[in-house]
């Protein structure tokens, strides 16, 4: 390049391709007069960093086939073992007595947020990820395209059916069944909502992954107004029943979706958002509609990452890509892994081995090697939502282990078990609250 002043381009351009070379180039202050992403430097008014790592349902109970270990314990995790042993291990409560654990209450938890006082229902979380409007009167329903046969709820992701396929179903559904109060809108894969005006916000309505392989006859909405909602299930059955998308499906030896399941309702949802409590900007990076829900809510941003599929594979170098571009700009990533309780809710407990040892060598391992190189002041946060045991195929409220370290600490080899067996797998407080001290405290540094 020609050396005149003003068109060298920074040393750091030369780096370029390299996590290091971008990272350098953030750190310091460019001495060339270049413009660009090298012009802002990276710690802007000196927060520190903080990162949650978070790997959706990996607390689970001990599994026979993994010798009585649970997949965290069987698990080849060394990352994990190695930030409790440089931090804090705590085993901390998610789940609010009198809610259910599900991955939007606990999500909620470790974000910091007292579900207890916030929460309305998952789908208005969604609702809100989505930009649906919702007015006072208005009822958000999840509306998941479900495989029921012979009365057992086979599966709750129709096959994990494809968008593309889903959008056909629920523009079918939408005509058949939307009226002016009640509409269909299409989500991703099975996972859909259903905006009803009016509808019943108290009944009970069974998330249909909590029935797996049960009849759900035995589980059918309930309460004030769930005559309502299993009239809309029923009526659903007929108008997929026909659909060619269902019939290419049988043809093809797929699950159909014989019906939608409605569940998780409630009305709109409001949050504080991250920047009025604790002065933070940054964002969530997930694959699913929920913690993007989560993010509109608390004022941060869901990127939308190529390739992540919510699945184990998923494209775990994109995110962690996206969580690394969102602390060069702001102060806080949330980096979200649904593939672990993907895999309890199948009920495989090698598989969710394989997707814990993902989660720590493709996504804890690099963001922690990252924000040791960039030798400032970090926080990182290793945890789970809840417990997704392999042996019930679905969640349940038990407390979970969470971790916390603050960096840099150079090299660490000693490693601390990161299980469900910290304090002997008794709850030391809830997770929200630890959360709110740790968010705290990042505001303050
Ligand atoms: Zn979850």
């Known amino acids: 390049m020609i050396g005149v002043v003003g068109q ?3 040393a750091q351009d030369v780096v370029t391709g390299s996590t290091r070379g971008v990272e350098l180039a953030a750190q310091k202050d460019c001495q060339n007069g270049c413009f660009g992403r090298h012009s802002r430097p990276s710690f802007g008014i000196n ?27 069987a698990a080849h995790a060394p990352t994990m073992r190695r930030i409790a042993a440089a931090g804090e291990v705590r ?49 958000a329903f999840r509306c998941n395209l479900v495989t029921v046969q012979d009365g057992v709820m086979v599966d709750y992701s129709a096959g994990h059916i494809s968008t593309e396929e889903a959008a056909e179903l629920i523009e079918a559904l939408q005509a058949g069944l939307g009226t002016e109060g009640l509409a269909f809108h299409v989500g991703v894969q099975y996972r859909h909502l259903l905006i009803w005006k009016g509808g019943a916000a108290d009944a009970f309505c069974m998330p249909p992954h909590e029935i797996s392989d049960r009849a759900v006859a035995e589980h059918l909405p309930d309460g004030a107004g769930a005559e309502a909602i299993q009239e809309l299930m029923e009526r659903s059955k007929a108008i997929l029943a026909a659909h060619p998308v269902n019939q ?27 920047q009025a409590l604790y002065g933070l900007k940054g964002g969530i990076v997930s694959a699913v509609d929920l913690l993007k829900g989560l993010a509109k809510l608390a004022g941060l941003e869901a990127p939308t990452v190529e ?40 009920g495989d407990a090698a598989l969710k081995t394989e997707a814990i040892e993902r989660f720590d060598a ?11 190189e960039r030798g400032e002041p970090y926080q990182v946060i290793v945890t789970m939502d809840h417990r997704t045991p392999v042996s019930l195929k679905g969640h349940c409220s038990d407390p979970v282990p969470m971790a916390h370290l603050c960096g840099p600490v ?11 067996t910290v304090n002997n797998g008794i709850s030391q407080g809830m997770a929200c609250a630890w959360m709110q001290e740790i968010l705290n405290s990042s505001a303050d540094g």
């Open 8 to 10: 060298i381009p920074c």
């Open 47 to 73: 927060k520190m960093k903080t990162l949650v790592l978070l790997g959706d349902g990996m607390g689970d109970f001990p599994v026979e086939e993994l010798g009585n270990r649970t997949p965290l314990q």
């Open 91 to 139: 085993m901390v409560s998610t789940v609010p007595e009198g809610l259910p654990p599900g991955s939007d209450v606990a999500n909620m938890a470790i974000l910091g947020y007292d579900a207890a006082l916030n929460y309305t229902g998952r789908a208005p979380i969604e609702a809100a990820g989505a930009d649906l409007p919702m007015g006072a009167e208005d009822v």
């Open 248 to 274: 290419r499906r049988v043809a093809e030896g797929k699950a159909p979706a014989t019906q939608i399941w409605l569940w998780g309702q409630g009305r709109s949802m409001q949050l504080d958002s991250y």
């Open 307 to 346: 390739g992540a599929t919510g699945l184990i594979d998923t494209n775990y170098a994109g995110k962690v890509a996206a969580a690394q571009e969102i602390l060069m700009r702001e102060d806080f990533a949330y980096l979200h892994i649904e593939a672990p309780d993907e895999c309890g809710h199948l």
């Open 362 to 372: 493709q996504v804890c391992a690099p963001m922690l090697a990252w924000l040791e």
């Open 410 to 420: 150079g090299t660490v080899s000693k490693e601390l078990p990161f299980d469900e």
